[in-house]
């Protein structure tokens, strides 16, 4: 399964951007995918992610009530839409996925088998 992620930028304090990711293939019923981040110095974090088992979604608390990551019309596409953006969301985000993860195990970065690269969202001030 290969991920392709866009729609980084940069983006003043409260603006909004949407990131989109497309796998290639979604070989699961079982298929979540999610966006991790990772700012300078700090370790990835999860942000959200996508059960495409019952539609539902789940998320950071450092961005619930801001993004809301949503499935696309295109095939096996997922949105995250950030509003209201801070300074402490800059970071590099990564679309990742994977076809046998528990819902116990979806903040997990180290449980996902599939990664996009990464793209940057900077947040100025």
């Known amino acids: 399964v290969q991920l392709q992620a866009s729609g980084g930028g940069l983006v003043q304090v409260g603006g909004s951007l949407r990131l989109s990711c497309t796998a290639s293939a979604r070989t699961s019923s079982r298929f979540i995918m999610g966006w991790f981040r990772q700012a300078p110095g700090k370790e990835r974090e999860f942000v959200a992610a996508?059960?495409?088992?019952?539609?539902?979604?789940f998320y950071a608390d450092s961005v619930k009530g801001r993004f809301t990551i949503s499935r696309g019309n295109a095939k096996n596409t997922v949105y995250l839409q950030m509003n209201d953006l801070k300074p402490e969301d800059t970071a590099v985000y990564y679309c990742?996925?994977?076809?046998?993860?528990?819902?116990?195990?979806?903040?997990?970065?180290?449980?996902?088998?599939?990664w996009g690269q990464g793209t940057l969202v900077t947040v100025s001030s």
């Open positions: 996508y059960n495409w088992s019952g539609g539902h979604s």
């Open positions: 990742a996925a994977d076809n046998r993860l528990i819902v116990s195990s979806i903040r997990n970065d180290y449980e996902y088998h599939y």
